[in-house]
């Protein structure tokens, strides 16, 4: 029986420490100005309804009065200020709060208008989705460039799992005992101390990285997509209720305007006209159907623009159980669907769940510092991870981790890798593309360099 001896074992453990730290260096290069620019774009957008009441208190913010005009006064005098055709009313969410139309206009544009509900006043309008915190959800999603680019957020999303996972491997203690595992060693003119920053930080928001890693993927196209897909399909996401024999229309809820990730493909009931001639409810006989229905203040409501058109009421709050969507025949004023977060599927549920909590919005105001705390540390990881290369790295190189001895080590570790771009498509061909660089490029440049060292 052959056995293996300490100096053998240790030059192993080299080897796949060497293999683990290549590749926690190239997920690092890749992902970490993506890292940065989601935690700041997400760190903001924690605080949305905030910020935006803050920077446009001039329309978002009234004095409280005694009585609230009609809701069809409020679209009338927006349609009055910019005409076309008002397609969604929303309701205010407090009573400080100004309602909001959403105009199609005639000159083209689609704007969201700002009228005072006590005295029916227009305070202004801005593009629809023009305020400052929709700019910064865009930037988030990288939205403003393109599909292609929103693609790099799903490669970011499942590398960064990818860098917590090796970065785990790092860290381990491995009878090192505590010094820069849980403290900070050196000072910041070292390397010591920006490495041991970047290893507690890491360590102690890991778990959250790929918590909001997972929590984002929903969204994202192409793998975000097909498990709508799939979940919708196998009545994992949609409501039970979206399956009622119901005239159903070619329109998906998405788009009317932002719903909830399991309702992105539900389609939109039709009202049925009447045999003869016959008045429609009007919007302030539908509004008062959706408050009885019990439909929480801020909802929004779609307008119906043909004949067979809904009255589409929904609301996507804070708290998960008041999420909810009624469509009402636009002749009879009956719900044809009523939908609501316990309707969903347990995938809908679970994700849905996750979301919220990505949003800052479960916990309230806790859920908020708390992720705020964990965007700020993330980019205080970034940083030190890209000083500590800057000091480790020889001049004149970009600092690879070296080889391994044995490239065998390598198969594993790449098998492993290989089951996770499987999960994640892009992730894959991301994997795949970086394997290509790594031993066409960058691997002989290496191996050069260790030759003529080693003359």
């Known amino acids: 029986m052959t056995t293996t001896s300490p100096q053998t074992k240790r030059k192993a453990s080299l080897d796949l420490y060497r293999a683990v730290w290549r590749w926690h260096f190239y997920a690092g290069l890749l992902i970490l100005p993506f890292l940065i620019i989601l935690s700041i774009t997400g760190a903001l957008y924690l605080f949305n309804d905030e910020l935006d009441a803050l920077i446009h208190s001039d329309l978002k913010r009234v004095a409280v009065q005694e009585a609230t005009q009609p809701p069809a006064t409020l679209v009338n005098v927006a349609l009055d200020a910019h005409p076309g055709t008002a397609v969604k009313y929303t309701s205010p969410p407090t009573p400080e709060s100004s309602a909001e139309v959403t105009v199609n206009a005639l000159t083209g544009e689609r704007l969201a208008v700002y009228v005072n509900p006590y005295t029916a006043e227009v305070l202004g309008a801005l593009d629809d989705r023009g305020t400052i915190m929709w700019t910064v959800r865009y930037l988030h999603s990288l939205k403003y460039f393109g599909p292609t680019a929103r693609k790099f957020i799903e490669i970011a999303a499942g590398w960064s799992i990818l860098l917590v996972g090796t970065g785990i491997y790092l860290w381990w203690p491995r009878g090192k005992g505590s010094s820069g595992l849980v403290s900070v060693r050196g000072k910041p003119k070292s390397r010591v101390f920006w490495r041991d920053l970047h290893a507690v930080l890491g360590i102690f928001v890991g778990g959250f990285i790929v918590f909001l890693a997972l929590t984002g993927m929903p969204w994202s196209g192409v793998w975000g997509g097909k498990v709508n897909e799939w979940a919708n399909g196998n009545n994992f ?173 390598f198969r594993g570790l790449i098998a492993t890798l290989a089951i996770g771009g499987v999960i994640f498509p892009l992730v894959g061909a991301s994997l795949i593309a970086m394997l290509l660089i790594d031993w066409l490029a960058v691997r002989p440049i290496q191996e050069r360099r260790l030759t003529k060292q080693t003359i």
Request: hydrophobic share 40%; glycine share 10%.
């Open 237 to 409: 996401g949609y409501p039970a209720g979206v399956r009622v024999e119901v005239p159903v229309s070619n329109a998906y809820l998405s788009d009317q305007g932002l719903t909830s990730w399991s309702l992105e493909q539900a389609r939109v009931p039709e009202s049925t006209p009447p045999a003869t001639p016959s008045p429609r409810i009007g919007l302030n006989n539908a509004v008062a159907a959706f408050e009885q229905l019990g439909l929480q203040q801020g909802y929004a409501v779609n307008l119906p623009t043909s004949a067979a058109g809904v009255y589409t009421g929904s609301i996507y709050p804070d708290d998960l159980s008041q999420q909810r969507v009624i469509h009402l025949d636009q002749y009879s004023g009956e719900p044809l669907l009523d939908m609501s977060y316990a309707d969903y599927g347990p995938l809908g549920r679970w994700l849905e769940f996750g979301i919220n909590v990505h949003l800052g919005q479960q916990f309230g105001l806790v859920n908020q510092l708390f992720l705020l705390a964990v965007c700020l540390a993330i980019v205080l990881m970034c940083v030190a991870a890209g000083v500590m290369w800057w000091k480790r790295r020889p001049s004149g190189s970009m600092g690879v981790p070296p080889l391994p001895a044995d490239k065998r080590i």
